[in-house]
């Protein structure tokens, strides 16, 4: 083999690396459609050198070993192309599958297409020669060789025609499949004759293929550091120096140290073993201080947020634990995140900094919405980017990304359903995101798109037990909580707590049904909800009965709060021309703290005695609390009161009063 036996050794030991390499790797189509390629790599290298060696159990069955790995070679990579582009239903493969191994079989009982070669030793020399006599049936297998090469060819053309995404992963591919071609042809140039530069370049073409996967973040490299490929490495160099330097030491041993050829042995043994374990020392060191140690650091971080978030039921505290553990490992400055709202939109909650503006949100039907419900794991931007959802995008939602220099998309996916979305920035010096980094945030993610979801189911259980079902309003045991909680934070500030009361809410549901009574309560609820905006807290205090709270609020301005609320019921009424039989009117009381109260208890108290005698004294008004009013409920007085008594009720005070009898009658 002209002294270049050791290429074939080489190649042999580079495909059986990579595939022990992927054999611990996370499995997938794509990669087990890797190793089968692999797996024919080792079949037509490994037998093609055996047979050279004439190996047990005979030079033809290694030939025919070579044979089936160069026939299969192509149909493995010809699958592995279509795994890659993401085909995985194509007829083909069992075609060509089974035109394979019919021709195979054939052969071996035939040799019709390919007898194995004659070993003719050549003259004044050890090593033999391989004479092969082609048949013209030979020329069946290069044609189907054609055919297969040309539907290869074919399918990466469509794949990058189809997507420019795919164009760019395919690149490496290319190159390679032009490397293993180019070395097949400089095999008939007289400059390499006798250099087996076919071998050569099919080292080339696995490790084209091996960086075309590690581009599309399919394996990590801490895979090749495994302890038995530390082993395999270190052996596989000791070997090699061993081969070249055994003679020269047996000749030093004896002519040095004039020790005998069994002394010998055992000092070169000694010296080899010690040789391996050196190396593979050596080589577990480098590979921990280089990979190794870093994810152990992940690992280490990882449990820690999974510890945090476990003990956590509130969304933004969960939020904040991912940023937290991003930012430590990652090593990103700016992270956004979005979560769905009730509508099924994402909404940005929250960020790295509390000082970014967060008016970002995204449709349901948003391309990066969908694209992300399709996909798996993380998104690159500038993978994304040469896809058709980027380009379907408004033009500001482009500016927007380039401005915060978004570079990583990350699904916050539980199952089927995404949770959220986390934006990452570019990393420091513009590093790219590898394999690792991807890693770890698929496994942060998947760990807080369940715990963000529990949390959101908990805080929307906990918000429903807050609030009352027919109005939407917080319900009596939130309002005293409210309350308390108000009247501790205020102090000695003030605070306003008004109290309203449907009148003759009784009536109204005899008149116009139960089904009525509450559309009416919810409208209310709406006027009193909308008027109070983010300035107040409101509940509905009973069946037919609502609360204000009002921090910081004197009583004048809640009355004048109050008065807007009751005008606006009133313009109810005009709008229900159908129930003028009775009017929907309120009977409200104020009180406030410190003015007219100086404990919460002596505040709820007084705006409901306030309530009682506006009840009592004609209804449809405001009262606000003072002791000399409440004390003399008789006096008649209208001191405190507003005045909202209008003709609603002198008007129709005859109707009412009969339909009373007649319903009490019947």
């Known amino acids: 083999m002209y002294n270049y036996g050791w290429m074939s050794v080489l190649a042999l030991f580079c495909y059986t690396f990579l595939l022990m390499a992927f054999v611990a790797a996370k499995k997938s189509r794509l990669i087990y459609s890797f190793m089968g390629l692999l797996f024919t790599m080792?079949?037509?290298?490994?037998?093609?050198?055996?047979?050279?060696?004439?190996?047990?159990?005979?030079?033809?069955?290694?030939?025919?070993?070579?044979?089936?790995?160069?026939a299969f070679l192509l149909f493995t990579f010809l699958n592995f192309i279509l795994e890659f582009i993401g085909r995985k239903r194509s007829k083909s493969r069992v075609i060509w599958f089974t035109v394979l191994l019919v021709l195979f079989l054939v052969n071996i009982k035939t040799e019709i297409f390919l007898a194995?070669?004659?070993?003719?030793?050549?003259?004044?020399?050890?090593?033999?020669?391989?004479?092969?006599?082609?048949?013209?049936?030979v020329v069946i297998l290069f044609a189907i060789f054609v055919l297969m090469i040309a539907q290869i060819l074919a399918v990466i053309w469509r794949g990058a025609q189809n997507d420019r995404l795919v164009a760019r992963q395919l690149t490496p591919i290319i190159i390679g499949i032009f490397i293993l071609f180019l070395g097949h042809v400089l095999l008939t140039v007289p400059f390499f004759r006798g250099f087996p530069t076919d071998i050569l370049?099919?080292?080339?073409?696995?490790?084209?293929?091996?960086?075309?996967?590690?581009?599309?973040?399919?394996?990590?490299?801490?895979?090749?550091?495994?302890?038995?490929?530390?082993?395999?490495?270190?052996?596989?160099?000791?070997?090699?120096?061993?081969?070249?330097?055994?003679?020269?030491?047996?000749?030093?041993?004896?002519?040095?140290?004039?020790l005998s050829s069994s002394k010998v042995i055992m000092v070169i043994s000694t010296i080899v073993l010690v040789m391996t374990i050196l190396f593979y020392w050596l080589l577990r060191k480098f590979f921990s201080q280089l990979f190794i140690r870093e994810e152990i650091i992940q690992s280490e971080n990882l449990k820690e947020?999974?510890?945090?978030?476990?003990?956590?039921?509130?969304?933004?505290?969960?939020?904040?634990?991912?940023?937290?553990?991003?930012?430590?490992?990652?090593?990103?400055?700016?992270?956004?995140?979005?979560?769905?709202?009730?509508?099924g939109n994402y909404e940005m909650i929250h960020s790295a900094s509390p000082l970014d503006k967060k008016s970002f949100s995204m449709k349901r039907d948003h391309p990066i919405v969908e694209y992300l419900k399709k996909s798996e794991g993380c998104l690159l931007m500038k993978d994304f980017r040469r896809t058709v959802a980027y380009r379907s995008m408004w033009e500001e939602e482009k500016q927007q990304l380039s401005a915060w220099k978004i570079e990583c998309l990350v699904a916050l996916k539980d199952e089927e359903d995404l949770v959220g979305i986390v934006m990452l920035s570019e990393k420091p010096k513009r590093a790219p995101y590898t394999y690792d980094d991807i890693n770890f945030l698929i496994s942060v993610d998947s760990v807080s798109s369940i715990a963000v979801k529990n949390s959101k189911l908990y805080e929307?259980?906990?918000?429903?037990?807050r609030r009352d079902e027919l109005t939407g309003l917080l319900n009596r045991k939130c309002f005293v909580e409210t309350l308390r909680e108000q009247t501790s934070k205020l102090g000695e500030k003030s605070l306003a707590l008004v109290i309203l009361n449907v009148d003759d809410f009784k009536l109204y549901n005899q008149l116009y049904g139960n089904q009525e009574g509450?559309?009416?309560?919810?409208?209310i609820a709406q006027i009193i909800r909308a008027s109070v905006g983010e300035n107040g807290f409101v509940a509905r205090y009973s069946g037919k009965e609502f609360a204000i709270i009002l921090p910081e609020y004197d009583i004048y301005s809640a009355k004048n709060l109050t008065e807007n609320i009751c005008r606006q019921v009133k313009n109810l009424n005009a709008k229900t021309d159908n129930y003028a039989l009775k009017m929907l009117t309120l009977s409200c009381g104020?009180?406030?703290?410190?003015?007219t109260a100086s404990t919460m208890d002596e505040l709820i108290y007084?705006?409901?005695?306030?309530?009682?005698?506006?009840?009592?004294?004609?209804?449809?008004?405001?009262?606000?609390?003072?002791a000399g009013e409440v004390e003399n409920q008789n006096s008649g007085g209208e001191a405190g009161r507003s005045g909202y008594k209008d003709s609603a009720y002198s008007e129709y005070a005859s109707t009412i009063y009969a339909l009373t009898a007649a319903i009490d009658t019947k």
């Not at 084209?208 to 160099?237: D, E, P, Q, W």
Request: with cysteine; net charge neutral.
């Open 42 to 70: 080792i079949l037509w290298t490994g037998g093609s050198y055996f047979m050279r060696l004439q190996l047990w159990p005979s030079m033809e069955f290694w030939f025919h070993i070579s044979i089936l790995g160069l």
């Open 116 to 137: 194995p070669p004659e070993a003719v030793k050549i003259p004044g020399m050890t090593r033999m020669a391989f004479v092969y006599d082609f048949q013209w049936t």
């Open 201 to 258: 370049a099919g080292v080339i073409n696995a490790y084209c293929l091996f960086y075309a996967l590690y581009r599309k973040h399919l394996f990590k490299l801490t895979l090749l550091v495994s302890k038995a490929n530390c082993y395999i490495i270190g052996a596989v160099m000791v070997l090699l120096i061993a081969y070249n330097s055994i003679q020269p030491m047996e000749e030093f041993f004896e002519e040095k140290f004039s």
């Open 305 to 343: 947020f999974s510890h945090a978030v476990s003990k956590s039921l509130h969304v933004r505290e969960i939020l904040q634990e991912l940023v937290d553990v991003i930012q430590k490992t990652v090593d990103v400055n700016k992270i956004y995140i979005c979560i769905e709202n009730e509508q």
């Open 460 to 465: 929307k259980a906990y918000e429903e037990a």
């Open 518 to 523: 509450d559309a009416a309560l919810q409208r």
């Open 590 to 595: 104020i009180c406030a703290i410190p003015y």
């Open 606 to 626: 007084n705006a409901d005695m306030a309530v009682y005698h506006v009840k009592h004294t004609g209804k449809n008004a405001i009262l606000i609390y003072s």
